[in-house]
């Protein structure tokens, strides 16, 4: 069982729909996370959050808009996604390092939201 | 940025043999190194990882050596089973004071009954 919790498993919606992205842990962890995983690539990071602030934003698209509601809590809302959009978002969580240093400490994916643009 | 490169893009080995993949990264200053399995259609599934103040971890069957000088990392798999097949990827904690993970583009290990 992934302690990292993401809804919905697969979602198809069109170009001019708007949705959201849902993920949450309770592990007490203050780090979050967004990756963008195509077919038979590895992870790509999107968002970090840090103590529910936004950290790194990886050149990503406006139509990804990244919120995290409270230190359990990361969405992600989406609107007016292209086809190359289509892929697995995973979430994922850590321990909270600090300021100051890398994060060095292990981050646990939940089981992704597949993600099919029509 | 931070940038990790992973070799080879698919080992073949027969069950109880060992595997081997290898990962280099360019920035100096990353000092995590996780390793992840990811069976098809699943999460990525974290399976070990190492610090740069330490050169080799073991866990069972399977052990990582970092080498900070080459900027190296390597994953080893000994006494391979049939459920040990999976894409297994490195990465690195990328540049600037980050928390994320730069991947490697991964291993997809098969392993031969």
């Known amino acids: 069982d992934t302690e990292v919790t993401q809804t919905p498993k697969h979602l198809v919606m069109g170009m001019t729909n708007k949705k959201s992205l849902k993920c949450e842990q309770h592990m007490g962890h203050r780090a979050m996370y967004w990756y963008k995983q195509k077919a038979k690539k590895p992870p790509e990071l999107m968002f970090v959050y840090s103590y529910e602030k936004l950290s790194i934003n990886e050149s990503v698209p406006s139509r990804f808009s990244p919120e995290c509601p409270n230190s359990s809590l990361l969405n992600l809302h989406l609107h007016a996604l292209q086809p190359e959009d289509s892929a697995l978002y995973l979430c994922?969580?850590?321990?909270?390092?600090?300021?100051?240093?890398?994060?060095?400490?292990?981050?646990?994916f939940g089981d992704g939201t597949r993600l099919s643009i029509l | 940025g931070e940038n990790v490169e992973q070799h080879p893009s698919t080992l073949s080995v027969q069950e109880g043999d060992s595997a081997v993949i290898k990962c280099t990264y360019s920035?100096?200053?990353?000092?995590?190194f996780p390793w992840y399995k990811q069976e098809l259609g699943k999460r990525p599934q974290l399976i070990i990882d190492i610090r740069s103040n330490v050169g080799e971890k073991k866990d069972q069957r399977i052990a990582v050596t970092l080498n900070k000088t080459a900027k190296h990392f390597s994953l080893h798999i000994t006494e391979t089973q049939p459920e040990d097949s999976a894409v297994y990827f490195c990465a690195a904690n990328a540049g600037g004071g980050a928390d994320g993970l730069t991947f490697g583009k991964g291993t997809h290990l098969i392993i031969q009954p």
């Open positions: 994922a969580s850590s321990q909270n390092p600090g300021t100051g240093g890398r994060g060095n400490q292990p981050q646990h």
């Open positions: 920035d100096s200053a990353s000092n995590y």
